[in-house]
């Protein structure tokens, strides 16, 4: 294994925890986490009801566009080509619905969210400035519908509650995931109950997906039709790096650490090299986070509640 860049004397402890595997003799997980944290990248909290509405959007949509308005979202690095694309796309008066396509890890979420900065910061044409990207929950939206019928109906709910408001463009990641969704003993699956609407343009959806997993969507020729494809791919190592230092701060915030430039080389180096079932910068970032939360472990804090006691 490589020299370890971030002070802990080796990195088989940390590769080994990004595999899911547990060090039980780590003294770290002895000691306590600083009681004050900053909120990390989703804000924290219970994510659901940030679309400022209620029904269904409010309770299986998540509004990255508020969330990009209170700084609660990380810089997006290098991906200006695709978010412009995406833009280009979504101003377009038919086929507005644009599919990012790419595999787990590269980017393609943080696309979506550079939209929406790029919306909140009035960068983007006159037709989109109002618009508002909710992310939706499909899974959620999906659970305790096994009923025949029950799922339809609430999908149709949703379409009445997102129709009603044309400023609204769903985002819907694993968009594969649609097809069959809630096809419990004959009824509709939610890609049948999109294809309608799609086709009237009475929505925009942007949605994300892997090339292998976008070949399901193309089988339904009707709805693949609905969609333009978009594709994501994985950054370069020295791209990652630039990523890296562009979230740097966030993670330094959070963690109450210092990452100089080598640690940030290297979280991008050593996870390109030794972590091969993924895909940069996600485990680069990954590695940057392990990185930082062991070494908070380590610290020596103070609760603030105990400053002002004699």
Same mark, same amino acid.
Request: aromatic letters at 6%.
């Given at each position: 294994?490589? /020299?370890?860049?971030?002070?802990?004397?080796?990195?088989?402890?940390?590769?080994?925890?990004? /595999?899911?595997?547990?060090?039980?003799?780590?003294?770290?997980?002895?000691?306590?986490?600083?009681?004050?944290?900053?909120?990390?990248?989703?804000?924290?909290?219970?994510?659901?009801?940030?679309?400022?509405?209620?029904?269904?959007?409010?309770?299986?949509?998540?509004?990255?566009?508020?969330?990009?308005?209170?700084?609660?979202?990380?810089?997006?690095?290098?991906?200006?080509?695709?978010?412009?694309?995406?833009?280009?796309?979504?101003?377009?008066?038919?086929?507005?619905?644009? @599919?990012?396509?790419?595999?787990?890890?590269?980017?393609?979420?943080?696309?979506?969210?550079?939209?929406?900065?790029?919306?909140?910061?009035?960068?983007?044409?006159?037709?989109?400035?109002?618009?508002?990207?909710?992310?939706?929950?499909?899974?959620?939206? @999906? /659970?305790?519908?096994?009923?025949?019928?029950?799922?339809? /109906?609430?999908?149709?709910?949703?379409?009445?509650?997102?129709?009603?408001?044309?400023?609204?463009?769903?985002?819907?990641?694993?968009?594969?995931?649609?097809?069959?969704? =809630?096809?419990?003993?004959?009824?509709?699956?939610?890609?049948?109950?999109?294809?309608?609407?799609?086709?009237? =343009?009475?929505?925009?959806? @942007? =949605?994300?997906?892997?090339?292998?997993?976008?070949?399901?969507?193309?089988?339904?020729?009707?709805?693949?039709?609905?969609?333009?494809?978009?594709?994501?791919?994985?950054?370069?190592?020295?791209?990652?790096?630039?990523?890296?230092?562009?979230?740097?701060?966030?993670?330094?915030?959070?963690?109450?650490?210092?990452?100089?430039?080598?640690?940030?080389?290297?979280?991008?180096?050593?996870?390109?090299?030794?972590?091969?079932?993924?895909?940069?910068?996600?485990?680069?970032?990954?590695?940057?986070?392990?990185?930082?939360?062991?070494?908070?472990?380590?610290?020596?804090?103070?609760?603030?509640?105990?400053?002002?006691?004699?």
């Amino acid at each position: 294994m490589a /020299q370890d860049p971030f002070g802990f004397g080796g990195l088989d402890d940390i590769f080994r925890a990004m /595999q899911g595997g547990v060090d039980s003799n780590n003294a770290y997980r002895q000691q306590q986490t600083p009681p004050t944290q900053p909120a990390g990248p989703n804000g924290g909290g219970n994510r659901r009801g940030n679309n400022n509405g209620g029904g269904l959007l409010g309770q299986y949509g998540f509004n990255l566009t508020a969330q990009a308005k209170q700084g609660k979202i990380d810089p997006v690095i290098g991906r200006d080509n695709e978010i412009n694309r995406v833009i280009e796309i979504l101003n377009r008066r038919t086929k507005n619905n644009p @599919v990012l396509i790419g595999e787990a890890g590269v980017g393609k979420t943080a696309v979506v969210e550079g939209l929406a900065q790029k919306i909140v910061a009035g960068q983007v044409p006159q037709k989109l400035l109002d618009k508002e990207i909710i992310r939706l929950d499909v899974a959620s939206l @999906v /659970q305790g519908t096994g009923i025949r019928g029950q799922f339809e /109906q609430r999908m149709q709910q949703l379409m009445k509650e997102v129709q009603s408001n044309p400023n609204i463009v769903l985002f819907i990641d694993e968009i594969h995931e649609i097809m069959g969704a =809630g096809n419990a003993e004959g009824g509709m699956d939610a890609g049948n109950v999109l294809k309608p609407a799609l086709a009237r =343009g009475d929505f925009q959806l @942007v =949605g994300a997906t892997t090339l292998n997993e976008y070949r399901d969507i193309e089988k339904d020729a009707a709805l693949a039709r609905r969609f333009q494809p978009v594709t994501v791919n994985e950054p370069s190592v020295e791209e990652s790096i630039k990523i890296l230092k562009g979230i740097q701060k966030k993670y330094e915030d959070y963690h109450h650490v210092k990452y100089d430039e080598d640690a940030i080389v290297a979280a991008v180096k050593l996870s390109n090299r030794y972590i091969q079932d993924r895909f940069l910068p996600d485990k680069a970032i990954d590695l940057l986070d392990e990185a930082g939360s062991r070494k908070n472990l380590t610290l020596k804090t103070v609760d603030p509640k105990n400053l002002f006691k004699i």
